[in-house]
């Protein structure tokens, strides 16, 4: 009898311990990127992050990401354009003699059409950005650029301009900071409008958004306890596009990152960066592919940079095409 109870004992104690091991066995992990199609580039990613994890410190953790094509849509015109446009006509409607000059003239036939060619053919973007607000307090900048994003749509897809980010980058950007990767945007529109439309959406804040410096004059109320920076003509160098991105990448946070993420050739200065990292390291381009669900067109500029693909595959870099990998464009509300 004795021998009858020791051996029940024992099957319970059996049963008892394998219960738990067995639901952990049937337990099956989330997926991190479930707006993402089961491709070789997600499969990158995770296979980047499991690597990452095991040997990379915290505190090297760095993730970077070009935001206009990367993280949001920029065409027809992008987020820092239809600010600029909106400002400039709101000079020229309180003052039309400043339709002399040809930046409200485009102004004004952009706000009708963002794709007519007979502007886009030939402006100059950066003197269109900083007439917009000459003279202004770039936090009210960042406000006005704030406002009228959240309240105009793209008539293509009826969607609030503020709104238009894809949700597959979202939810990268979620994986590497559940993950502890300190995430920065790194753009190469003037840093007001990153900080217009960034932390809302992207829960960064402002030390995390790294854009083109304005130059600004600063000028102190103390009655008001307030300092208000003035745009000015021009910008601090560099601009915030090619080398000029690894150079503030380093200026202002003094490490390498170990994950680049951009869409053009515009961002190799970046994917470059972060490719000499001791750590584990991984660089991204997105192609811009789906006409149907997005728009389609070339990550390059010029005659000499139609080799793109090349410096892809030199350097070991991956590129994600938006048909194939993106399983949902538009981020979810």
């Known amino acids: 009898m004795m021998k009858k109870t020791k051996l029940c004992s024992y099957l319970l104690l059996f049963a008892l311990l394998a219960v738990p091991f067995s639901c952990k066995q049937g337990t099956t992990q989330k997926d991190p990127l479930p707006s993402w199609n089961e491709t070789p580039q997600k499969k990158a990613i995770i296979s980047f992050m499991d690597s990452a994890v095991k040997v990379i410190p915290d505190s090297d953790r760095i993730a970077v990401f070009d935001m206009d094509g990367t993280i949001a849509c920029e065409t027809p015109l992008w987020f820092e354009m239809y600010a600029a446009v909106n400002g400039l006509n709101q000079q020229s409607k309180a003052n039309p003699a400043l339709l002399k000059q040809s930046e409200y003239q485009y102004a004004q036939k952009l706000a009708i059409n963002p794709t007519d060619t007979s502007a886009t053919n030939h ?3 950066d003197s269109m950005v900083w007439k917009a607000y000459a003279g202004v307090d770039n936090e009210a900048y960042v406000d006005s650029a704030r406002a009228y994003l959240s309240r105009t ?4 897809y009826n969607i609030v301009l503020s709104d238009m980010f894809y949700q597959p980058m979202l939810e990268l950007i979620q994986y590497l900071k559940d993950n502890h990767f300190s995430v920065y945007i790194v753009s190469g529109s003037v840093q007001g409008v990153i900080w217009s439309v960034c932390p809302q959406t992207i829960g960064l804040g402002r030390s995390h958004l790294i854009g083109t410096r304005q130059i600004l004059s600063p000028t102190y109320d103390p009655k008001a306890k307030k300092t208000s920076f003035i745009i000015q003509e021009g910008i601090f160098p560099p601009s915030n596009n090619k080398n000029g991105k690894s150079i503030d990448i380093y200026t202002q946070l003094g490490k ?8 053009t050739v515009g961002d190799f200065g970046m994917l470059h960066f972060a490719s000499t990292s001791k750590y584990p390291h991984a660089a991204f381009l997105l192609n811009h592919d789906d006409a149907a669900r997005e728009y389609a067109y070339k990550p390059y500029y010029t005659k000499d940079t139609i080799y793109w693909r090349d410096s892809l595959r030199i350097n070991g870099w991956h590129l994600v095409n938006m048909k194939e990998n993106f399983k949902v464009v538009w981020m979810k509300k």
């Not at 390498?256 to 869409?263: C, K, M, W």
Request: hydrophobic share 35%; no cysteine; glycine share 6%.
């Open 123 to 125: 402006w100059k973007t």
């Open 153 to 156: 749509k793209n008539t293509k």
């Open 256 to 263: 390498t990152p170990v994950f680049a993420f951009g869409n």
